[in-house]
């Protein structure tokens, strides 16, 4: 984003006229800064993002057209001015061609800067205003959810279909895949969009209320029942109650629950009379249906009525196409939220995260965006930026075996090992690298922790950056 | 503004200069680039010495290039010169250039000194 004052960045490997050229860009109210090597070039543009360049062909050794492309790469909107004492047709042409918004010859009068910088700032101007609307307009999100692989496609095209209807959805998916989002999605699309969504976490809630929290109580029905309560499935009456994690509820209050989505209708506890509610019901869940069934964790029949319609959304590493995606959008979100200039991902940086295999799905990369742009003042993500994790390509997920409560078919069977080495890098991967935290998670000591990281080859990494 | 290549110099560039009295920041500029010129000069000479002509000709083409911009073309038309003359390899003729080029830096400076000076004069009498 740029400065609100428009400020001009001037290339050129004389400072007497960098010095004339800030004097009049100045007296013309801009803000001036100057360079007089590429490299002192990039390391302001890290910094700061101008509004326009005036960027001199003769860079002593560098021929500064050459590094037109990476700054129109880099920093599109910026409009890019070169300057000249080469007035020939050759220079004109390849720096025009090279991406440069216009030339101008040394010597030059300071009428004709003043009129080209004008026009370069407006240029840049209209430039962020055209990239605010495109990103209002052409958001690469659907209701939140990032992604354009064919997957995420039809998950889209799916919501799109099936929110109208008041058919109960069946979400499914790995933690950390966006299941609410859709939830909201479908909420949205719907003609209940101007009612109530009302997301209930189940294993958030202690087994003891839950039947209460969903469908509330009267004073006095159990002690402790001060006043009325009124339930979740209650307060969603004319819009949509999302159930989270089913699987995680009890086995009886499925049943219950089996009942409400089957006449909608819902009886407070401890009252007399019961209450139709017009709620449409959205569940979702982390684990297989097909493992969690056998296993007495989620009632055959309640399944069968909330799977009416399934969506499943597919774990992030299976659709590593819309990792970049993702990582410009959050990093759009991130750098607007927090007032930061951070504006695009170094292709190095985004070779790493492109290569993670993100355990976490997408919240694991949304969390490490906002940590990212949080603690620094860059303009660009960089590789020296991200955890040792994503570097090391070590970010992978979890050992098989320890997904078979997940439901997951399993084939291979891991070593003791390979489980603690996979389960103290899912931990530091939950705590964001912090490693007093990581150790408490484990049930471990934060010196045993250490000695494991030096174990498994992971200690210089977190001990430099957590010591 | 164009001129014509048979007026001299000095007539030139008196009526292309901006007004430096109006215009005290480009005067003290012009004044501190002329002052830093003889240095950037003598390390021409140096570079002469060597015989690395490619290098000349980056100097000189710098020195064309910010001259003219400051608006002292005759300067920045000697530099033209030697950028030019650098392609001939000839160490003499190079070694002129580099003379001229220093004639007309001391010119100039004259030139400003003077022109400060009575603007000075002109503001004393204007406050009386």
Redesign the interface.
């Known amino acids: 984003m740029a400065e609100l004052v428009p400020f001009i960045l001037t290339v050129d490997d004389d400072p007497h006229l960098i010095s004339l050229i800030e004097s009049n860009v100045r007296q013309w109210g801009y803000k001036h800064r100057g360079a007089t090597r590429a490299a002192d070039m990039w390391r302001l543009l890290k910094r700061v993002i101008p509004s326009v360049i005036l960027l001199d062909v003769a860079l002593g050794d560098i021929d500064g057209t050459t590094l037109i492309p990476e700054i129109s790469q880099r920093f599109p909107s910026v409009p890019v001015i070169v300057i000249t004492a080469h007035a020939t047709i050759e220079t004109a042409v390849r720096s025009l061609k090279s991406g440069a918004y216009d030339f101008i010859c040394k010597p030059f009068d300071f009428d004709r800067l003043h009129i080209e910088i004008d026009k370069a700032v407006r240029q840049h101007r209209l430039s962020l205003q055209v990239e605010a609307f495109q990103s209002a307009t052409r958001r690469p999100d659907f209701h939140g959810m990032v992604g354009r692989s064919e997957p995420m496609r039809k998950a889209y095209r799916l919501i799109e279909t099936v929110a109208p209807t008041d058919a109960s959805v069946l979400i499914l998916g790995e933690t950390g895949t966006g299941k609410e989002l859709a939830a909201r999605a479908i909420h949205e699309c719907s003609k209940r969009s101007d009612g109530p969504f009302v997301a209930v976490n189940a294993p958030a809630i202690p087994h003891e209320l839950i039947e209460s929290a969903l469908f509330g109580h009267e004073k006095g029905a159990f002690t402790g029942a001060h006043e009325r309560h009124i339930g979740f499935c209650e307060q969603a009456d004319g819009g949509t109650l999302f159930l989270d994690e089913i699987c995680e509820m009890d086995y009886n209050v499925q049943a219950k629950l089996l009942r409400f989505l089957e006449d909608h209708v819902i009886q407070r506890v401890g009252a007399k009379s019961s209450k139709a509610v017009d709620v449409r019901v959205i569940a979702a869940t982390n684990r297989d249906p097909a493992v969690q069934i056998p296993n007495n964790k989620l009632r055959e029949d309640f399944y069968y009525r909330l799977s009416v319609v399934s969506i499943e959304l597919i774990p992030l590493r299976q659709r590593p196409g819309d990792i970049a995606l993702l990582a410009r959008y959050l990093l759009d979100l991130n750098s607007a939220k927090y007032g930061k200039n951070m504006a695009s991902v170094s292709p190095e940086a985004m070779k790493m995260l492109e290569a993670c295999d993100w355990p976490g799905n997408v919240r694991q990369l949304e969390h490490l965006i906002d940590q990212i742009v949080i603690t620094n003042n860059a303009t660009e993500l960089t590789a020296d930026m991200l955890p040792a994790e994503i570097v090391e390509g070590t970010s992978k997920r979890p050992a098989a075996a320890m997904t078979e409560s997940d439901g997951a078919i399993t084939q291979t069977i891991p070593s003791i090992e390979q489980m603690e080495h996979d389960l103290i890098l899912r931990a530091l991967q939950l705590t964001s690298n912090n490693v007093p935290d990581a150790a408490r998670q484990l049930g471990i000591s934060e010196a045993t922790l250490y000695r494991k990281l030096k174990k498994y080859g992971l200690s210089r990494s977190f001990v430099d950056q957590h010591r | 503004m164009r001129h014509d290549a048979k007026t001299p110099d000095s007539l030139v560039n008196s009526r292309t200069r901006p007004a430096l009295a109006d215009n005290p920041?480009?005067a003290r500029?012009t004044a501190?680039?002329l002052t830093?010129l003889p240095r950037q000069l003598d390390s021409i000479t140096r570079i002469l010495e060597l015989r690395d002509y490619k290098k000349i000709k980056?100097h000189a083409?710098?020195i064309?290039?910010?001259?003219?911009?400051?608006?002292l073309?005759t300067i920045?038309r000697g530099a033209e010169r030697l950028e030019r003359l650098a392609d001939s390899r000839n160490p003499d003729r190079v070694g002129t250039a580099i003379k001229e080029v220093k004639r007309l830096i001391e010119m100039e400076t004259t030139r400003l000194e003077i022109q400060t000076a009575s603007s000075h004069g002109e503001e004393t009498n204007r406050n009386g």
């Open positions: 920041a480009w500029l501190k680039y830093d980056t083409h710098r064309k290039g910010t001259s003219g911009t400051y608006q073309e920045s």
